[in-house]
């Protein structure tokens, strides 16, 4: 299995941005997909996640700016980053969990600077 991420970038404060990341290879049907993130200095922590029937979970700071989705005829899930602040600046990584599996993206540098 492999998970390929896309759609990061420099933002200024308030703007948005989208992720995007696409999982290949054989994937079981039940499972959940994520995103996490990893500021420098800090350890990797969840952003959001989505279960294979649309359940959502998400990190307090940013609930109601970030929305999370997936398509799942096409192993792919998403971020949609709104209201960015400069705290948001980490490298976002996407995450597939499976019964007893578990895969990581490569990770993609978000950067809100003006």
């Known amino acids: 299995v492999q998970l390929q991420a896309s759609g990061g970038g420099l933002v200024q404060p308030g703007g948005s941005l989208g992720l995007s990341c696409a999982a290949s290879?054989?994937?079981?049907?039940?499972?959940?997909m994520g995103w996490y993130r990893q500021a420098p200095g800090k350890q990797r922590g969840l952003v959001a996640i989505v279960t294979s029937s649309g359940s959502t979970n998400y990190k307090d700071s940013v609930t109601g700016r970030f929305t999370i989705s997936r398509d799942n005829a096409k192993n792919t899930v998403y971020l949609q980053m709104n209201s960015l602040k400069p705290e948001d600046t980490a490298v976002y990584y996407c995450r597939l969990m499976m019964r007893t599996d578990d895969y990581w993206g490569q990770g993609t540098l978000v950067t809100v600077s003006s």
């Open positions: 290879g054989s994937i079981f049907s039940i499972n959940v």
